[in-house]
Nanobody, 125 residues
Framework: QVQLVESGGGLVQAGGSLRLSCAASGRTFSSYVMGWFRQAPGKEREFVAVINWSGDNTRYDDSVKGRFFIFRDNAKNMVYLQMTSLKPEDTAVYYC??????????????????WGQGTQVTVSS
């Protein structure tokens, strides 16, 4: 089973950029579909982005499309979320998640069975 550790969160001004990283343990990382989710205080965990095994298929929530970019490096067991043009409403704890097969609905959290501990992103206005 893969284990996930996120990093790269922090405090940034609106309009700025951050790159989140998710390090995965194990030799089967390239077998996992990887997703990024976020959870703001008092809100449900919500989908941000997903990437398939080879990295050539990505999907985004409409709220981040064109601003956030998910990519992976299977040789390094890493998945990244490049966030640009950040807005205060992007403030949340960001989680990476993994699943072995591509879920029929990748936009909800329940199909993903491996999660990291989360990293806080705070965007000031």
């Amino acid at each position: 089973q893969v284990q996930l550790v996120e990093s790269g969160g922090g405090l940034v001004q609106a309009g700025g950029s951050l790159r989140l990283s998710c390090a995965a343990s194990g030799r089967t990382f390239s077998s996992y579909v990887m997703g990024w989710f976020r959870q703001a205080p008092g809100k449900e965990r919500e989908f941000v982005a997903v990437i398939n095994w080879s990295g050539d298929n990505t999907r985004y929530d409409d709220s981040v499309k064109g601003r956030f970019f998910i990519f992976r490096d299977n040789a390094k067991n890493m998945v990244y979320l490049q966030m640009t043009s950040l807005k205060p409403e992007d403030t949340a704890v960001y989680y990476c998640a993994a699943r072995l097969d591509y879920p029929s609905n990748p936009y909800i959290s329940s199909p993903y069975n491996r999660w990291g501990q989360g990293t806080q992103v705070t965007v000031s206005s």
